[in-house]
C-alpha cells in the first residue's frame, strides 16, 4: 500500500494553451511546463548510486530520500506460515516483465521457489514454470508471515530505483539474494546478503547468513530516519531559495516558455 511503503507522487503543474481547430472552433489543450533539470529546489534521489545518475545526467541540487520499513510487523516469527520443501527462495513482488522473474524462475534450486505477487505476467509464468508456487497478492499480517517463512529473498530485478520489498525481508530476518545493480548495491550490505552477476550462486551462499544479521542490518532502514531526511530536505531548499542559490518553484514555473518550448537560460550558482 502506498501510506505504508512512504511512496509519494506529486503532478506537475499544468499550462492550458487554446488552438484553433479545423472547424474554427477553439480547442483548449493542457500540458506539462517545460522543466529543466535545473529548475527544481531540490531533486531527492532513493540511494547514493541513484543520486549520482542524476547528478550526472545534469540534475541539480539532488538529495538523498532513503526508504523505511515496519519493524513491528515485518520480523523474525517462530512459526513458518509455508508447509514447504526447504530451502524456500521468495520473491515479492508486482508480477511483470520489468521485474525479470524468469531469472529466478528459471534457477535449478534445490527445495522451493515463492511469488508474491500479481501482475500481467503471472498467467504466462505459471503456465512456464509449474515448479513455482505462485501465491498472488499478499498484504498485513499475512505477508509478514511469509517473508518471515523464507529462508532466502531473492530478488531478481535490475530496474529498480531502491526495491523496498529487500529491507522487508531482511526486518523478517531473511537474507537477499540479487544482483549487483543500482538498488541491491545500496541496500544490502556484506553480512545481510549476497550480491552476484550468478544468481544461483548468490541464492545458495545467502543460505549460509545468520538470520539475526540480516535483521541487524534492516534496523538502519527506519520510516523516522527517512521522515528526517526528507524535512532536511525541505529545510536545505528553503535555505537556498533565501540566500539566492536557486529561484522559488513558483517564480520558476511562472517564466514565460519560448516557442521552443525552453524557458530562458539564467546563470546559476553550484551547490
Known amino acids: 500500500m502506498a501510506s505504508e511503503r512512504g511512496e509519494m507522487a506529486v503532478a506537475p503543474p499544468m499550462v492550458t494553451t487554446k488552438s484553433i481547430g479545423r472547424r474554427g472552433v477553439k480547442r483548449s489543450e493542457s500540458r506539462p511546463p517545460a522543466i529543466s533539470p535545473t529548475d527544481s529546489a531540490a531533486v531527492m534521489a532513493p540511494t ?27 520480523r523474525p516469527r517462530p512459526q513458518r506460515a509455508l508447509d514447504l520443501p526447504r530451502p524456500i527462495f521468495l520473491c515479492v513482488g508486482r508480477v511483470a516483465v520489468e521485474k525479470n522473474l524468469e531469472a529466478l524462475l528459471s534457477l535449478d534450486l534445490p527445495g522451493s521457489t515463492v511469488i508474491v505477487g500479481d501482475g500481467p505476467a503471472r498467467r504466462h509464468l505459471e503456465r ?20 518471515a517463512s523464507a529462508d532466502v529473498f531473492v ?32 541496500v544490502v550490505a556484506p553480512g545481510a546478503g549476497v550480491l552476484d552477476e550468478d544468481l544461483r550462486a548468490a ?25 528526517r531526511q526528507f524535512l532536511d530536505n525541505i529545510e ?16 520558476a514555473s511562472a517564466q514565460p516558455v519560448e516557442k521552443n518550448g525552453k524557458r530562458p537560460t539564467q546563470a546559476s550558482c553550484p551547490v
Open 203 to 227: 541464492c545458495l551462499k545467502a543460505l549460509t547468513i545468520p538470520r539475526e544479521q540480516a535483521r541487524a542490518h534492516s534496523m538502519r532502514f527506519t520510516w523516522k530516519e527517512s521522515a
Open 48 to 74: 547514493p548510486t541513484i543520486g549520482a545518475d542524476l547528478t550526472r545526467r545534469g540534475f541539480a541540487r539532488v538529495r538523498l530520500w532513503t526508504r523505511g520499513v515496519n519493524h513491528a510487523l515485518y
Open 236 to 251: 536545505a531548499s528553503r535555505a537556498d531559495v533565501r540566500v539566492g542559490i536557486v529561484s522559488s518553484p513558483a517564480a
Open 128 to 147: 512456464r514454470y509449474r515448479h513455482a508456487h505462485f501465491l498472488g497478492a499478499k498484504q498485513g499480517e499475512a505477508l509478514a508471515n511469509i517473508y
Open 155 to 186: 530478488f531478481p530485478s535490475r530496474t529498480d530505483t531502491f526495491g523496498i520489498v529487500m529491507i522487508e525481508a531482511l526486518a523478517s530476518g531473511v537474507p537477499v539474494a540479487a544482483f549487483p545493480v543500482p538498488g541491491p548495491i545500496d
